[in-house]
């Protein structure tokens, strides 16, 4: 089993208002959306808020994001300041169309009839007490699959600012749609906002970029 474990620093000072382009947004559709189901370790009503919550939220917010990257080659292209720019670096074709899939795959699996199971305050790989653990899944999944939520992730923001619960159910989600990785290093802010600039084609594979991205259309 390919866990793959989330580690959440506190923000980081940074810029966040860069400007840029305007979010569009998604037309209202049908509610069409994966079912959370819940394990035995999720019995407090909270938990299961938080969950249900951040789920919503990272729905809406893929969409969002997939349409803003989506309808916007042509600007991206000029490297406007914006979060695009921050995040995933100066535009290069395969690395948008990089940015633009994974954006896409997410949006598709959390509007899919997939189901959700989600394990609170548990974790199979890691210790879920440890503060540095937000939450984990297993990376490819297709179908149905499973997020585990440390308890670090019931302490977190819930969807504004870096580093939100909402923010990190996408950060897993495109780890299990999008194969993106945590790369060493890129971890938090900071740390991610230095690779786009730096080593874009790392950006584009680091999953703390994704949630930053979405994060800061939010902000
Ligand atoms: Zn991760």
Redesign the pocket.
Known sequence: MDI????SFNSLPLARRLGGLALLLALAQPAMAVNVVYDGSCANAPDRLAVANAVARATTWSNDAYNLVNNNEQALRNNPPSPYLTWFGTFEQGRYQRVRSVLDGVRFKLSSNSTLTAYCRANPAVPCNNPGY????NARVRGDFDVWFCNAFFALPANVGFDTQAGSVL??M??SIGN???IPGGYGPANAANLATNTPARAVDN??NYEFFVEQLYD
């Open positions: 793959t474990p989330v580690s937000v939450a984990a899944t950060h897993e495109t780890h993106t990785e945590d999953a703390d």
